[in-house]
């Protein structure tokens, strides 16, 4: 029996047929990539923006004229991972463009190319290089930025979480990047990030190294029409139904943020039998499985919290959108020692982007870690869909 492929993606790269929307932004991005601009481009974590990307990259319109790179540097914490991150991308992406390439890449890296390995079939050099392997990262960011400029067809290179380079403990990245980029001709960045206040910081203030060298673009959801007449459309393509009133209230319940209402469907989908309809019982058992797969990293995530910061986030969970959070009523309401232990825990909770903060108003980063904590307080499932 045929496997029916599930629609709703929430891992790589998604099928330009399971694709949603996003025809303005996407239309957007390729102009001003052509047209010889960097972009900024800016949302909340699980927004899109990496699917945005690499849809855009694989449209003819880029795919033909220019070579592409996309790195995630979220895990990189100094200057010599974000070096190896990069050139193992860009190489990566360089060997199925063909042995030219691949030579011209190793021959240009000096730096490392004699520690490169290579395959015993292809004779190719592989790029196994430990950490250590890179001890002059800002000569070896260099000559990746001599490869690029040497690429014989324009390059386009996106860097998700870029906000991350700030973060480095050596004070010159943003300085460094900044340079080496103003020196390259052939290459436009997309610099793709999900803390905007780190961000808007980086390019729009006059003392810092980025000022004004990016266009900016805001990811917004997805329109809940489009998004609905989406969900519904790709459940009846596969012989399955869902009324536009359930679609309606699982965006509603995650505002539109794409990652929650894609897994949310993804598991609906999967739960629903073909000729059949997804139910609200189809969804809430949906999410009930979802939290129960993630129970046991919530469980330590919240083990490792002290008491007031365990308590604020319980606090804000149990609100949604919590505001005027060291206010005496909301302390008092939720139980809390102190507006002053209110106002040193949100610190740590948003250093630790375990709560987001937007226009004054908190929220559990993590929509599902806030379902999963209402739940255990003994607010049932169905108060999402009220």
């Not at 949603?20 to 960097?38: A, F, P, V």
């Not at 190896?84 to 992406?93: F, K, T």
Request: aromatic share 10%.
């Amino acid at each position: 029996m045929k496997n029916i492929e599930n629609p709703f993606a929430v891992i790589g790269r998604i099928k330009p047929e399971y694709f949603c929307d996003r025809k303005t932004e996407s239309e957007r991005l390729i102009k001003l990539l052509r047209n010889g601009n960097n972009v900024l481009l800016k949302s909340d974590r699980r927004m899109g923006k990496t699917g945005l990307v690499q849809f855009c990259f694989d449209k003819a319109e880029l795919l033909d004229h220019y070579y592409t790179f996309f790195i995630d540097i979220l895990h990189t914490s100094c200057l010599q991972e974000l070096v190896h991150e990069l050139g193992r991308a860009v190489y990566e992406q360089t060997v199925p463009r063909g042995k030219k390439m691949t030579q011209s890449f190793v021959r240009i890296l000096k730096s490392i190319s004699g520690k490169m390995g290579f395959d015993g079939n292809t004779g190719l050099p592989t790029f196994s290089l430990g950490l250590g392997d890179i001890e002059q990262p800002e000569y070896t960011l260099k000559e990746i930025f001599q490869y690029l400029q040497n690429a014989d067809k324009p390059c386009i290179v996106a860097i998700d979480e870029f906000q991350q380079i700030g973060k480095y403990p050596e004070k010159n990245v943003e300085a460094l990047l900044r340079g080496q980029i103003q020196q390259v001709n052939n290459c436009n960045f997309v610099f793709a990030g999900s803390e905007k206040h780190l961000l808007g910081m980086m390019f729009e203030s006059g003392s810092r190294p980025f000022y004004k060298s990016a266009d900016n673009m805001d990811l917004l959801p997805i329109v809940r029409d489009v998004y609905v007449d989406f969900i519904c459309q790709m459940f009846e393509k596969q012989g399955k139904k869902i009324e536009k009133p359930i679609a309606e209230v699982v965006y509603d319940a995650f505002e539109g943020h794409t990652y929650y209402v894609q897994k949310t469907m993804n598991e609906a989908f999967s739960n629903t039998d073909k000729g059949t309809d997804c139910s609200i019982e189809t969804i809430i058992l949906s999410i009930q499985n979802i939290l129960e797969d993630n129970g046991t990293y919530y469980r330590e995530t919240l083990s490792n919290l002290p008491a007031s910061q365990k308590s604020l986030l319980y606090a804000i969970a149990i609100d949604g959108w919590a505001s005027q959070i060291t206010s005496a009523a909301f302390v008092k309401r939720h139980k809390l020692l102190s507006p002053s232990s209110v106002q040193a825990a949100i610190k740590k909770l948003l250093g630790e982007e375990l709560v987001v903060e937007h226009n004054k108003r908190y929220r559990v980063n993590d929509r599902f870690l806030g379902i999963w904590i209402r739940r255990m307080m003994g607010i049932p499932l169905s108060s999402l869909f009220q």
